[in-house]
């Protein structure tokens, strides 16, 4: 049982570059969650999804969008990097009726 | 959402109890109060969730007011490896967000030294 593991750990992007996080879980969760973590700072949550095929913007949305196409995937895309988007990013998941949340290992990235 | 406030950072020594505050003055009724521990390089990790009186786990307790306003979560006898940050999250049963949403503050810095 992997839990929530996220694809890439690492990356370097130039300015202006486009990627995709990949979050994948599989404890069949209805709630998946990206967040950004900047140095000293806590976790700000960029979008949210409460179900397949849903998704939600959440405290600092701008320069991202997300896609749940599959209960199992939550995709998170910058379409055009920017320097203020080098962070380390999470994802997270949660089932109904559950109280914890559950987090992934966390990708690094930086936008020269 | 409940806003919640908590000390930026605290510092211990190995074998002491800590206790962390946290203030929610504008507490829902229906809300719950869940605390997140988070290592360097890490995803947090949930710790233990409460909504009235004392909650306690093999990790912590939790201790809550009648009036609910605020929460403090107690470490017993600390040792340098729970040196991490901790989140106090007000909101529904569900991992301690509301509505879908999971809003993490800044959490509280814990150094333990020995």
């Known amino acids: 049982n992997a839990g929530v593991t996220q694809t890439p750990k690492f990356r370097v992007l130039k300015t202006g570059q486009s990627m995709t996080l990949l979050c994948a879980q599989d404890m069949n969760h209805e709630y998946m969650y990206w967040y950004r973590q900047d140095p000293g700072m806590g976790l700000r949550l960029i979008h949210y999804?409460?179900?397949?095929?849903?998704?939600a913007k959440g405290e600092v949305p701008d320069g991202y969008n997300v896609s749940r196409l599959k209960k199992q995937n939550f995709l998170l895309g910058l379409e055009s990097a920017a320097p203020s988007q080098t962070s380390v990013y999470f994802c997270?998941?949660?089932?109904?009726?559950?109280?914890?949340?559950?987090f992934g290992q966390g990708t690094r990235l930086t936008v020269v | 959402l409940a806003k919640t406030t908590q000390p930026i950072s605290m510092d211990s020594y190995e074998g002491q109890e800590v206790n962390i505050t946290c203030s929610h003055n504008?507490?829902?009724?229906?809300?719950?109060i869940t605390w997140y521990q988070q290592f360097p390089s890490q995803g947090p990790r949930f710790i233990i969730q409460?909504?009235?009186t004392k909650v306690t786990n093999e990790v912590a307790s939790l201790f809550i007011p009648a009036d609910r306003k605020s929460s403090t979560l107690s470490l017993p006898r600390v040792s340098l490896s729970d040196t991490a940050v901790y989140y106090c999250?007000?909101?529904?049963?569900?991992?301690?967000?509301?509505?879908?949403?999971?809003?993490f503050g800044k959490g509280t810095k814990l150094s333990v030294k020995p």
């Open positions: 997270a998941s949660g089932g109904q009726g559950r109280t914890e949340a559950f």
């Open positions: 999804s409460v179900g397949e095929g849903t998704t």
């Open positions: 999250l007000v909101g529904g049963r569900r991992y301690g967000g509301s509505q879908g949403n999971l809003i």
């Open positions: 409460g909504y009235k």
């Open positions: 504008n507490i829902a009724t229906n809300d719950y």
